[in-house]
């Protein structure tokens, strides 16, 4: 794969995190795949809570993908409740979604009936051959071997096509943010600043066959304390833990915001990574 010439970024390489939303499990474990299958009872929760991407992602995927999203044929893969896919909806983008879970899938449909949908992974795509001009994995690369995946996206792009990854990544250099998650660290004994130093092209092709251009993009949003508790809590290690360990967190998280944002509503700070390779025309 060769790629567009990208604006230099500053950050360092990051991402085979322990954030838990990213990719920090082993891909081969029982309970990696325990946490892919969590997601299904609480896509409603998922759905409302989990933030969306500023349009600013969607101006850098075309710059690094060289060609606008309207009219592009796009499969949406891992598309969960379809928060990626429809903002490439919006932009005029003909999109496919495709989505392992049963919960999630459902309630994309809800959501977004008017955009096909088909069950399936990005290890073994339902998809044929040359059949999109881009290939995006919004939150859901992580759940692939990338063994698997990267062939599979091959087979299904088109001459000239690329493939998308990005995750939204916690903004840490913000003081309640890195506070936030030292305290997610110590419940679940993971390395979250990991996220930070190793987001980088690896994730998107340990082999090293793809070139890889790197963008970090930086945004907020302002929401309710509750909603940021439930974003906490949609997260898949939270999802399989006990649930009063869960709630015992989630109790006390609560006090800990409320002395930094006495009024209730929280404003979360965002990087988003997104890593772009597009093949040979």
Known sequence: ???????????????????????????????????????NAAA????????????AL????????GRPLAGA???DVGAGTGIATALLHARGADVIAVEPGE??????????????IVRGTGDA?????????????AQAWHWTDPARSVPEALRVLRP???????????????????????????????????????????????????????????????????THLANIGSYSVFLVQDERRSAAFLTAEREHLLAVFPDEVVEEVYDVVLLVATTTP
């Open 44 to 55: 409603a929760q998922y759905a409302a809570a989990r933030p969306s991407y500023p349009p």
């Open 103 to 116: 919960g999630m899938a459902a309630h994309f449909h809800r959501a977004l009936p008017e955009v096909p």
């Open 160 to 226: 000239g096509g690329a493939l998308a990854l990005w995750w939204n990544t916690e903004a840490l250099d913000v003081p309640w943010i890195a506070a936030a998650a030292r305290r997610v660290e110590h419940h679940f004994g993971l390395d979250v600043t990991a996220e930070k130093r190793q987001a980088g092209a690896h994730v998107g092709d340990p082999a090293g066959s793809l070139d890889v251009v790197r963008r970090e993009i930086r945004w907020r949003r302002r929401v309710p304390l509750d």
């Open 1 to 39: 794969m060769t790629t567009s010439r990208p604006e230099p970024h500053t950050p360092a390489d990051p991402h085979t995190p322990a954030d838990p939303r990213t990719p920090a499990a082993p891909r081969t474990a029982p309970a990696h795949a325990a946490r892919a299958r969590s997601f």
């Open 58 to 65: 969607l101006d850098a995927l075309e710059e690094l993908t």
């Open 73 to 75: 044929r796009v499969a």
């Open 125 to 137: 795509l339902p998809l044929a051959d040359d059949s999109t001009d881009l290939l995006t994995y």
